[in-house]
Each structure stands twice: as C-alpha cells, then as structure tokens.
C-alpha cells in the first residue's frame, strides 16, 4: 500500500461517499468545484474522481475521460492549487498527489469547440504545457469561426508561443 492509499484508510469512514453510477466506487470528496455541487475527490486507491456527493460520478482512471473533467477550468489555476493545497492539510495527505488529467481536461475543453469551453482551456494553456495533440486541436480552434475571433487570436498566439518552446510535448 502506498502512502496515499494509507493516509486515505485513516480516514474518518464518516467521510467516505458511495456512488453506484457508472460504477461502484467508495470516494471521498475533496472540495467543491462548482456551486452546483461537483465536488473533486480521491477514490479510495487514490484515483481521482469528480461528481456529486449523492449522484454519479467520474474516475480518471477511465481510458477516456469523461465531459464532466472539464468544469474543472471553472476554477483559477491558483483557485485549484489552493484548494488542493488545503485538502492536504485538511486531510493530511502525502504530497505530491497523483497528477490531476489536466493535458486530457484541456483536449477535452478544446474539443468542444464551445466558445466558453475554449476559453476556459486558452486560460489555462497560459500556465500549463502543451502536448502535441492539444497542440493539433489548438490550430483547429484558430481555424474556427464558431469560437470567436478572441478566442482565435489566442490561440495563435499560444501556438506561436510553443513554437518558440524547445520540448513541448
């Protein structure tokens, strides 16, 4: 058992959640994402999951992530860090945690070719690399009218950016 798995089975069972949809899984619920109740949680492997405390939820551990991933990017990259840095504490969990999906969240988002979407992941993309395949979807979105000339131009000038970056990935 790693020390995350084992700071997690100290845990108050109190805390525990069930969810029975799409799968059973035992979850705890870190901090709230949204004000419409989604909360980001660890399962109990410590896989992270994101759902509602009485409703179904979605594990990262899926081989493509669910569309729920990308309310995520509701949130301030520093909003995030924050309220992960909290959760540590709070629960007094081994840092560092496992890796939140980000790059897959911002595929996602940028996927959607909704402009609200688009432009939550063009906010984020300020702060975190891209791999090749954001990248690709990043033209496509410069390519777009749907998603607005704002939102083009910024994504230009991140691909302009990465093309000056040695070792995006």
């Known amino acids: 058992m790693d020390a995350l798995q084992e700071a997690l089975s100290r845990l108050n069972p109190d805390l525990w959640r069930y969810a029975e949809e799409p799968l059973p899984i035992r979850w705890i619920p870190l901090f709230q994402v949204t004000t419409t109740g989604l909360w980001l949680g660890l399962d109990i492997s410590g896989v992270w999951v994101i759902g509602r405390i009485n409703g179904a939820v979605a594990t990262a551990a899926s081989d493509v992530l669910s569309q729920v991933w990308v ?41 959607t070719r909704r402009r609200h979407w688009v432009d939550r992941a063009l906010a984020w993309l300020d702060r975190y690399p891209a ?39």
Not at 74 to 94: G, H, N, Q
Not at 141 to 164: D, F, M
């Open 71 to 111: 309310t995520i990017l509701e949130l301030e990259v520093d909003v995030l860090d924050s309220k992960l840095r909290d959760a540590v504490l709070r629960y007094e969990l081994p840092t560092p945690l496992p890796a939140l999906p980000i790059p897959e969240i911002l595929q996602l988002a940028l996927a």
């Open 131 to 169: 791999s090749v395949e954001t990248t690709n979807l990043l033209k496509e979105v410069s390519r777009s009218h749907r998603i607005g000339q704002a939102n083009r131009h910024k994504a230009e000038k991140i691909i302009r950016r990465l093309g000056e970056m040695p070792n995006s990935q």
